[in-house]
């Protein structure tokens, strides 16, 4: 086999069809999009001053030349090898800004096209048009068409939960100092574009953005050293800050009191609809550098900030509530809270003693918790013998008394100001900020667990034995009281780690209350005794305990489950069901009001099986899910473990949630938010607030209404899909599990190896050493072939499976044609597959194919995957009806068509260095430069992990 690198000669393949040739944008799309071509114009232009004066003519004009062949190329007016041979041998010093610059670039365009959607909504408000779906006005209008009376309401959403649970696996590259100067830059555009500007005006905005520009221009984008857990944890802090502080009280206050005035006898709870989570310090399923001290700190760092916030707010509310009691009367218990009788002059100004007196028990509190060291000095100086309160129901509780001391002296507005957002604030992030899951992989628990047993002598060798074996060792050890370990155990490290880090938790939960570790997860959860494992852990750190009475199980902890390859799936209601059948176990779930969460993994399932057969093994997984959870009488809540990518499962939010089968929300839901997708969702509470509010929107109207469609068609139609999968996974595992040399066209064709060295997480690639796909990590896998163009885990498999299913049939072309009409599922299925096709590139993705050095395997391979692309695109336009990929999806559309050429640079400049670097080039900038194309590209695609 060679092993030589092939040359840089332009290839001969050329694609039979055009992803342009898909993407259909008439007069009027252009029209209503010129506004956001101006801003395209304002920004490129400025950027491009910036760098003929900081990097000089020579980069400029390659800038220039690259940029206006890029669009020569859309047009089919020049080759693709022109642009490439533009940077063929081009020096170092020369490339390193032109991919600075079109990095950048890709950064200034999202920004513009977030500011243009923005200018869409509010023209559409401003014209009384009907409100748009995925907001919670549409989905108002929904259920009052619907008919629901206020006990059905009341029932669906009793505990109604939404939770996006941010996570640590950053495919988000940009730096914090790029963010910032984006989110400036964000809010002068936006006040450029709502205000009317003299021209001298105008040219000051338009100075000031430069500078931000500028400072981009001259900040690095990708880190030199790699994101530690700790620079994790406090990037995952800075959108409470930026964003989640703001937002999140308002729309928790805001949909409890119009669907209480819609639905006023439906009961609905006081309690938050929107909570956050998180895995970031917690997740430590292959990843080493969790350990005990990061579950402190990063449990520590986020009730610093709730306290800190809560302390904050405080001291402005005490600024704005400056009401003499000599024009106004507050109540007795305003007097009572303030600790000053009503007749003492000092209770002039009652509101800011009563705040004094709530300010100083907090900040003990916080000194309690944190110690002196981490306050500041004005908080600090409060401390002065108040009591601490002992959870934020109590400072709940004061802050109610303020409220009606307001109300009482019929200062309603001010209540429903500052005050409101705090009181919600206090009930949403209480002292905890949000929820550190805990996740570790089952083949860690039983390593663990068989080591701990052996040490106490109760099995010498655990692992040797069978399922009903060990589950019934596990249930008895669950039902002792008795510890397997004391502190001076001899153990292994992996068991002293692994036990530090629930201790850890168990810490956490006794100082901050039991939000602050409410879950631990299971990856790779195959069986009973994979969910009964962990429960040993958590019983020796006391976070399981035996109730002396009753002999029950209790905890604040949920025993979450993952499922993540399709045969787990397919045998996790099963799974359910056998654990349920223990007495204890069903006695522990009981205690937690009769709940259990299960986890349903994407990503491992796309690797596994292909994007169809994971999306319907996910869908099929539901169903079996919640016909269990009725059958054993519990209520079940799912938590989708999606990804940024449409082959992790990502996708539309609002569309992904109404796809999901009956039953399957039930009021509640969680789900993982990731890398540069977190950025793009809330960054700024503008776009935080549009997206928290799709995600309520979504599970409102999937518990309360029939979003299915199917109606008794149902059955046939989960019949057919099961056909549709198994042929798909035959087409995928065809290529992925079956083809000799795979991995290494794999490995070779996409910037694969680079990727580990690119400083976007403290994650290895790799679960294991090893190059079988089954252990590389989804994130890799999915950014690889996202950055070759390839695109394959979004749709590879599926034109087989249609293709051959439907035959000559037009019967089974019709079937399918009336799903995509009227079963939501199916539709998400497509139009998320037609994203991802239009922002493939089979031409682009032939020139990384040309880094395979045996040219047969190469030849082989990428001839299934271009044949496999046309069958795909060809039978989604017969089932659709056309032939515009992206006909549903106007902003993606927009993005498509106006920007995406710039990311040709990026793309061909990447190749260029891949091949230079392959070859034995060492210069360290030859991988910098490499990192920095990754950088650009996610940047541009925005959902690339």
């Not at 089919?76 to 020369?94: K, Q, T, Y």
């Not at 006391?542 to 025993?559: C, M, N, Y």
């Not at 359910?576 to 204890?584: C, T």
């Amino acid at each position: 086999m060679s092993q030589s690198v092939p040359s840089r000669g332009a290839p001969a393949w050329r694609p039979s069809i055009s992803i342009v040739d898909h993407i259909t944008v008439d007069d009027e799309g252009r029209a209503l999009t010129e506004p956001l071509r101006e801003d395209i114009r304002l920004l490129g232009g400025l950027l491009g001053d910036v760098i003929r004066e900081h990097s000089g003519d020579e980069v400029f004009e390659l800038v220039e030349a690259a940029r206006v062949a890029a669009f020569r190329i859309r047009r089919n007016e020049i080759d693709r090898g022109e642009l490439a041979d533009m940077f063929s041998g081009v020096s170092l010093d020369v490339v390193m800004p032109v991919i600075r610059a079109f990095s950048n670039f890709a950064l200034l365009a999202n920004l513009a096209e977030d500011i243009h959607r923005e200018r869409r909504r509010a023209i559409h408000l401003r014209a009384g048009d009907p409100p748009q779906d995925s907001s919670l006005a549409a989905t108002y209008t929904k259920l009052a068409e619907a008919g629901l009376d206020d006990e059905q309401v009341g029932r669906a959403l009793a505990d109604a939960t939404v939770v996006p649970v941010i996570t640590a696996h950053p495919t988000e590259t940009r730096r914090r100092s790029v963010f910032e100067a984006q989110n400036r830059i964000t809010e002068l555009m936006r006040y450029r574009s709502r205000s009317e500007l003299t021209p001298a005006e105008d040219d000051v905005v338009i100075k000031a953005i430069r500078r931000q520009i500028l400072t981009l221009w001259q900040t690095a984008l990708i880190r030199l050293e790699r994101l530690t857990i700790q620079d994790e944890i406090r990037s995952g802090l800075r959108y409470y800050d930026a964003s989640f502080f703001d937002v999140v009280p308002k729309i928790n206050t805001s949909v409890r009191a119009s669907l209480r005035a819609a639905y006023p006898d439906a009961g609905l709870a006081d309690d938050p609809m929107i909570r956050m989570g998180s895995w970031i310090g917690g997740d430590r399923d292959g990843n080493p550098f969790v350990t005990d001290e990061i579950v402190e700190m990063a449990t520590t760092l986020a009730a610093r900030t709730a306290i800190g916030h809560h302390l904050s707010e405080l001291h402005k509310l005490a600024e704005e509530l400056s009401m003499s009691t000599r024009l106004m009367d507050p109540g007795e218990a305003l007097y009572e809270l303030a600790g000053v009788p009503a007749d003492d002059p000092k209770a002039d100004e009652p509101f800011r003693l009563a705040l004094r007196h709530i300010r100083s028990r907090l900040a003990t509190t916080a000194t309690e918790m944190f110690g002196e060291e981490v306050m500041k000095a004005a908080d600090l100086f409060l401390v002065n013998g108040k009591p601490a309160y002992a959870d934020a129901a109590e400072l709940l509780a004061d802050l109610d008394v303020i409220d009606a001391a307001l109300r009482h002296g019929k200062d309603d507005i001010l209540a429903d100001d500052r005050l409101l957002t705090l009181r919600e604030s206090v009930r949403t992030f209480g002292f905890n900020l949000s929820g550190l899951d805990m996740r570790q992989n089952s083949d860690m628990h039983e390593e663990v667990i068989a080591e701990l047993l052996a040490w106490a002598g109760v099995h010498p060798d655990y692992a040797s034995l069978d399922e009903d074996e060990r589950v019934a060792i596990l249930s008895e050890e669950l039902q002792k009281r008795r510890p397997l370990t004391r502190p001076d155990a001899d153990l292994s490290e992996l068991a002293v780690k692994e036990l530090g880090i629930v201790r850890a938790a168990a810490r956490a939960v006794a100082t901050f209350g039991p939000q602050a570790v409410p879950n631990y997860i299971i990856s790779m959860c195959t069986s009973v005794s994979d969910m009964l494992e962990p429960m040993i852990l958590l019983k020796e750190a006391g976070l399981i305990d035996i109730d002396a009475e009753s002999g029950t199980l209790t905890s604040t902890v949920r025993i979450v489950p993952l499922f993540e390859t399709i045969e787990d799936l397919q045998q996790g209601a099963t799974t359910l069901l056998a654990a349920l059948d223990l007495p204890f176990y069903r006695g522990l779930v009981d205690s937690q009001a009769g709940m259990q969460e299960i986890m349903l993994g994407y990503s491992d399932s796309n690797k596994d099986g292909g994007y169809m057969a994971a999306n319907w093994a996910l869908y099929r997984g539901e169903l079996d899910l919640v016909e269990a959870a009725a059958k054993a009488g519990i209520r079940l809540r799912l938590f989708h473990g999606r990804g940024g990518t449409v082959g992790r499962g990502g996708g539309p939010s609002y569309d992904a949630i109404l796809a999901q089968p009956p039953g399957a929300v039930q009021g509640s839901l969680r789900i993982t938010e990731q890398g540069e997708i977190i950025a793009a969702k809330y960054a700024e509470p503008v776009s935080a607030e549009r997206n928290l509010e799709t995600l309520l929107a979504a599970t409102i109207e999937s518990s309360l209404l029939d979003v299915e469609g199917l109606g008794d068609d149902s059955e046939d139609a989960y019949a057919i899909m099961d056909e549709l999968a198994a042929l798909a996974r035959s087409a995928y595992s065809k290529l992925v599990h079956d083809t000799p040399g795979f991995v290494e066209y794999f490995t070779t064709s996409t910037p694969l190896s680079e990727i580990g060295a690119l400083n976007i997480g403290s994650r290895p690639a790799s679960r294991k050493q090893t190059e079988k796909i089954s252990d590389l990590r989804a994130i890799p896998w999915v950014l690889s072939w996202t950055q070759s163009r390839a695109m394959l885990p979004g749709w590879y498999g599926t034109g087989s499976a249609f293709a051959e299913w439907i035959g000559d049939s037009d019967d089974r072309l019709a079937t399918l044609q009336r799903y995509y009409t009227e079963w939501p599922f199916f539709r998400s299925v497509m139009s998320n597959m037609a994203q991802v096709l239009a922002k493939s590139d089979m031409n682009l993705a032939h020139r990384y194919a040309q880094l395979v050095p045996d040219e047969e395997l190469r030849d082989k391979v990428f001839g299934m995957i271009v044949g496999e692309h046309e069958r795909t695109i060809a039978m989604y336009s017969k089932i659709t009806g056309t032939d515009d990929l992206l006909a549903d999806n106007a902003a993606l559309k927009r993005s498509v068509y106006n920007r995406f050429p710039y990311l040709e640079p990026l793309n061909l400049l990447q190749v260029e260095l891949l091949r230079r670097f392959r070859a034995g080039d060492d210069e360290p900038r030859i991988r910098r430069g490499i990192q920095l194309t990754m950088n650009g590209l996610a940047t541009a695609l925005r959902n690339s992990g």
